[in-house]
């Protein structure tokens, strides 16, 4: 059974930093492309930022360039989004999700995790 388990969400004042992780099991996450996506209270899921299998490309959302960062672990089967200089806009849920290809449809993600909230205070 695939699981993928986001942690490292809270409360952070403007401009402050998070690092949210993303545990997996059930597969291994060195074979897939990890997409981070976030929803806010009456938006749509928007993409974050996206890392491809082999961590040689990465995509970013138009709202995040140059202030979030994607990565993964392979050894620890672990993905991450490292979040600096945040934003009030960024406040939403943040989900991870995994998928053989790096896309930035929501559509193309075959697993997901629950999701963390992230709360970014003025």
């Known amino acids: 059974q695939v699981q993928l388990v986001e942690s490292g969400g809270g409360l952070v004042q403007v401009g402050g930093s998070l690092t949210l992780s993303c545990s997996a099991s059930?597969?291994?996450?060195?074979?897939?492309?990890v997409g981070w996506f976030r929803q806010a209270p009456g938006a749509e899921r928007e993409f974050v930022q996206g890392?491809?299998?082999?961590?040689?490309?990465?995509y970013d959302g138009k709202s995040v360039k140059g202030r979030f960062t994607v990565s993964k672990d392979n050894a620890k089967n672990t993905g991450y989004l490292q979040m600096n200089n945040l934003k009030p806009e960024d406040t939403a849920i943040y989900y991870c999700a995994a998928s053989e290809y790096l896309d930035m449809s929501p559509h193309v993600y075959e697993y997901w995790g629950q999701g963390v909230q992230v709360t970014v205070s003025s």
């Open positions: 890392i491809n299998w082999d961590g040689t490309a990465t």
């Open positions: 059930g597969l291994t996450i060195s074979n897939y492309a």
